[in-house]
């Protein structure tokens, strides 16, 4: 039989594994009685894990979330992507995150064993970060817009649109969506009384920020990143969808056919002018539908190509 600290170390590490758990699967787990195991179970609730029990053919152990982090047990796996994204937080595009993050990695690597120091060190050494170029949210705000999600409830915000127009909204935030570069809410606008896409880096919460519940409107995860991700300006591409996809990573655009040799892109950019830049450098010959900006600053930028090539 294990000794009891041991033994309460592999339990937790079991009950973390798995949402719920039988007495008896535990007991087999363990090689002890499920006596021993309402026993260990009580000891991990004096050292303040929240271990839930229920009765029944659905019953079993559950570990609930208490009042205090209680100590994780992790693998080899599951450390390095703790670290690995603990890294890439202290240098990402979240706003005073990044010395919480680093004092949470030097706690993680003062702990690692020197086969996953190892693998670290040499994944940080083959790694070069371009991140944080560009600008940055408040940890608050995307808190507080994921948990007014959660919760249903409306949030009260100051929005700085794109031509740097502020204005007062309330909207129901239903989605967060990361493109990579930029954190992006997806809500119902109260006001306006459609769907809206804004930038988390642009929005300011009132003091309160929450408003009145709701309820009703639903999104899916593949429902918001697809308004994301079309922007405002859309083009007609002279090549198939296949090859065009091919060309754009999967937060760029929406490739959608228009025959075998054809596809209409749809997507955005933080200007016409970087939109324009990036359609002209994918090398592919293209047809701009939408906005009518859009197409001037393709004209702008082909005239300028132009005269560079001609030398004057």
């Known amino acids: 039989m294990l000794e009891t600290s041991v033994r309460l170390l592999r339990l937790l590490a079991l009950l973390q594994a798995r949402p719920v758990w039988s007495g008896a699967e535990l007991a087999g787990r363990l090689g002890v009685t499920t006596r021993t195991v309402r026993n260990d179970v009580e000891r991990l609730r004096i050292l303040g894990y929240e271990v839930r029990s229920a009765t029944g053919t659905a019953g079993g152990y559950r570990l609930g979330a208490g009042a205090a982090m209680p100590p994780l047990l992790l693998d ?11 890294q890439a937080a202290a240098s990402g595009t979240v706003t005073g995150i990044e010395e919480t993050s680093l004092r949470a990695l030097a706690k993680v ?8 120091r190892g693998r670290l060190a040499a994944l940080r050494s083959a790694t070069v970060s371009v991140a944080g170029r560009g600008p940055t949210v408040d940890a608050e705000v995307l808190a507080e817009v994921a948990s007014a999600s959660r919760d249903r409830v409306r949030l009260r915000f100051v929005y700085e649109g794109f031509g740097g127009a502020v204005s007062e909204r309330e909207a129901e935030p239903h989605r967060l969506v990361y493109t990579g570069r930029r954190w992006y809410v997806v809500a119902w606008d109260v006001v306006r009384g459609d769907w809206r896409t804004f930038r988390a880096d642009r929005m300011r919460l009132r003091v309160p920020a929450r408003g009145a519940g709701f309820a009703g409107r639903e999104m899916s995860a593949a429902e918001a990143a697809e308004r994301v991700v079309r922007g405002a300006g859309s083009v007609a591409w002279r090549v198939p969808a296949e090859v065009a996809a091919g060309l754009l990573a999967p937060a760029a655009g929406l490739v959608v056919a228009d025959g075998a040799e054809a596809c209409v892109l749809e997507t955005g950019g933080d200007s016409v002018e970087a939109l324009a830049g990036f359609l002209v450098s994918l090398g592919v010959g293209f047809v701009v539908l939408d906005p009518p900006g859009l197409r001037e600053a393709v ?14």
């Not at 004209?299 to 004057?312: F, H, N, S, T, Y």
């Open 109 to 116: 690597e003062s702990m690692l064993p020197a086969r996953l």
């Open 76 to 86: 080899d796996e599951e450390v390095v992507a703790v670290a690995v994204s603990l």
């Open 299 to 312: 004209g702008v930028l082909g005239r300028r190509l132009l005269e560079a090539a001609q030398g004057d």
